[in-house]
């Protein structure tokens, strides 16, 4: 069970809250705990029963035939019952001897019909991205840029009668109003 005195100095160091020995909270904590064994509990269940059937796939002998097995698995005790907790054997150790098994006997990990199947496996890997590659440049074609419009160059006509325009341009504001008048309402009109 846990240290119901630290936890509440802790909830008290990080919120600031007084909360008592008493307090429903700790009923909570304690479900809480209950609840997280469990699934400890199943967890290390389903990971030791894939670790046993991963070294019987390779061909080593499962741990629970091993000498060092003895005592693998221990129980806390406590008022639950206690946890099972792994002592010593991690699933990377697991996996670690589920590959040097095979190795130290001299056996090859891999039999034909496994190496033909990775083998189709790599295989369709392959073609499928090969597929999409292809299904990439097929249907995701970038839009072409448009081209640039370069103006053609002007004709003779057209410079001079830019060069007009602006002497019209200098001229137009010395001319007196009643002129000036007269010339915009006949460049008005089309």
Do not use: C, Y
Request: aromatic content about 4%; overall charge negative.
């Amino acid at each position: 069970m846990m240290d119901q005195h630290k936890l509440r100095s802790l909830v008290f160091e990080k919120t600031g809250v007084k909360v008592d020995v008493d307090d429903p909270i700790f009923a909570l904590v304690a479900l809480n705990e209950a609840v997280l064994e469990e699934a400890v509990e199943r967890h290390v269940a389903r990971i030791d029963a894939a670790s046993a059937a991963l070294v019987r796939q390779v061909g080593g002998e499962p741990l629970a035939d091993r000498p060092e097995a003895d005592g693998a698995r221990v129980a806390t005790g406590g008022e639950d019952g206690g946890a099972h907790v792994a002592a010593g054997r991690d699933a990377a150790a697991v996996a670690a001897a589920a590959v040097a098994a095979p190795a130290a006997a001299g056996r090859m990990p891999a039999l034909p019909a496994e190496r033909r199947l990775l083998a189709i496996a790599l295989g369709a890997a392959a073609f499928g991205a090969v597929l999409v590659l292809i299904g990439q440049a097929i249907f995701f074609r970038p839009a072409p840029v448009p081209p640039v419009q370069v103006p053609a160059p002007l004709t003779s006509e057209q410079i001079a009668a830019i060069a007009a325009g602006e002497k019209f341009q200098k001229v137009l504001p010395r001319l007196d109003t009643k002129t000036r008048n007269a010339v915009q309402v006949e460049m008005a009109k089309p």
